[in-house]
């Protein structure tokens, strides 16, 4: 059930971290990608949160800290996805 708890708070800290960073073209805009980057943003938050000791070892990152993890892995995807388009070009 905790996998699926997740996937659920993953994906609506990815729409909202979308929402807040809305970005330009190279961004992921579709509903697989914004789910990805949200449950990345949540697991980055958790490890990050665990090892500086907000929470503890069985317990995941709270609602506020997936988004933030999901903005900051945003954040990150926009500069390498900008980076790469701007050479091709």
């Known amino acids: 059930m905790s996998i699926l708890w997740t996937i659920i708070i993953g994906f609506i800290a990815g729409v909202i971290a979308k929402l807040i960073m809305p970005g330009n073209r190279f961004e992921p805009s579709g509903f697989i990608l914004t789910t990805i ?11 990050i949160g ?32 900008g980076r790469t388009s701007n050479r091709s070009l």
């Open 50 to 81: 665990q090892a500086v000791g907000w929470y503890g070892p069985n317990e995941g990152a709270r609602f506020i800290g997936s988004i933030v993890g999901a903005c900051v892995v945003l954040a990150i995807y926009g500069f390498i996805a």
């Open 37 to 47: 980057l949200g449950i990345v943003g949540a697991v980055l938050a958790t490890f």
